[in-house]
């Protein structure tokens, strides 16, 4: 998989190896502020990695319940400086909404490592109205197994930088759809979300997500708000987000190495019975 453009940078730094130093030139994950504007005006600032921009500013406004439908989306562009390049602003234009960026705009700054992001609770969540993913949905543990390989043999920009969190998108059979990086994994899941929505794909209600580190509640609420029926990380869950999904009948995995997991909620989609 191709890094995106403006995603990776070169600088120099020096090396201390068991007595030795050296110097030479290492590769960072770029992080750059990414400012979304709605109907001209702007709704927030996050930190992001630059690559698939249009897909992180649709994916944040449907996981966080301002757009439902691609077909609100008006209009949405990346805005250039005046000598042509690509600025970090992305313009949106909405329509068939009752947002109205003037009484709602947030305008919070949203660091890479944000968690909930101003949700004091579950009750946040529910009063937008999230359904269950679908209950029908099964996935083969041996599958479920082999998924962390599959993600990180394409994490492009993390193979060369070591500084990057990762969404993945898989079937039923284990096929991967749709992988997205950023130095925020709250990002790299909206990239999903974006790309989801823009290509006419939701709900994802057939599908499974696996992101790197751990899954925190904002990831669980945005992979209920793509219809994602099973959520899967590396690393643990938090509280509150086990919580979310046994309220909400998300099948929640936690752990996911070697040939071992943890099943925190709704085990049928992925345990035999």
Known sequence: MKAPERSIELTQVTEWEDGSVRSLQDFLAAEEPLEIRVGGLPLTVT?????????????????????????????????????????????????????????????FFAPSSCGVCGKASINAVRVRGLRQPDREFRLDPEILCRLPEALRSEQAVFSRTGGLHAAALFDATGKLIALREDIGRHNAVDKIAGWALLNGQLPLSRHVMLVSGRGGFEIAQKALAMGVPILASISAPSSLAVKLARELGLTLVGFLRGRRFIVYSCEFRCLPT
């Open 47 to 107: 930190m992001r990695t630059p690559g698939h921009d249009l897909e992180l500013a649709a994916g944040f406004l449907l996981t966080e319940g301002i757009i439902l439908s691609q077909d609100q989306v008006s209009s949405l562009r990346a805005a250039t400086t005046e000598n042509g390049t690509k600025s970090n602003r992305v313009e949106i234009e909405l329509q068939g909404t009752d947002f109205d960026p003037a009484q709602l705009q947030r305008n």
